[in-house]
Nanobody, 127 residues
Framework: VQLQASGGGLVQAGGSLRLSCAAS????????MAWFRQAPGKEREFVAA????????YYGASLKGRFAISRDNARNTMYLQMNGLEPEDTAVYYC?????????????????????WGRGTLVTVSS
C-alpha cells in the first residue's frame, strides 16, 4: 500500500483547505486511517482518525472542532477538511493507515499503530 497526500498549500489565517490521501492498493475498510502533522522543531502530533470497523472519528484536542475527517472506501481515499486555519496549524501533514482491525480508542492516536505512511503535504498558514 502506498499513500499520497495532497492539497496542502499557503493560506491566510481563517481560510480553509481540504487535504486528500489517495491509496494505491486496496485498503480494507476495517483498517483505520489517520492524519498526523509535524511542525518545524516539534514532535509529530495526532490530528484526526477514522476507525475502520465502526467509522468513529477522533480528533486532536487542539483542533477545537475546526477539522473534519472523512473517507471514501470506493475511491480508497481519505480527506481532511480544515476550516478556520490558524498560523499554529502550519505543518507537514501526513496520512497513515493502521492494519490493527481491533484498534481501540486508547491506541488510535498513537502513531506507532500505523504501518503505512504517506510522504506528507505542507500546509502553511500566514497571519
Amino acid at each position: 500500500v502506498q499513500l499520497q497526500a495532497s492539497g496542502g498549500g499557503l493560506v491566510q489565517a481563517g481560510g480553509s483547505l481540504r487535504l486528500s490521501c489517495a491509496a494505491s492498493g486496496q485498503i480494507d475498510r476495517r483498517m483505520s486511517m489517520a492524519w498526523f502533522r509535524q511542525a518545524p522543531g516539534k514532535e509529530r502530533e495526532f490530528v484526526a482518525a477514522i476507525r475502520g470497523r465502526d467509522n468513529n472519528r477522533y480528533y486532536g484536542a487542539s483542533l477545537k472542532g475546526r477539522f473534519a475527517i472523512s473517507r471514501d472506501n470506493a475511491r480508497n481515499t481519505m480527506y481532511l477538511q480544515m476550516n478556520g486555519l490558524e498560523p499554529e496549524d502550519t505543518a507537514v501533514y501526513y496520512c497513515a493507515v493502521s492494519q490493527n482491525y481491533g484498534i481501540i480508542t486508547s491506541q488510535i492516536r498513537d502513531s506507532n499503530e500505523y504501518v503505512y505512511w504517506g510522504r506528507g503535504t505542507l500546509v502553511t498558514v500566514s497571519s
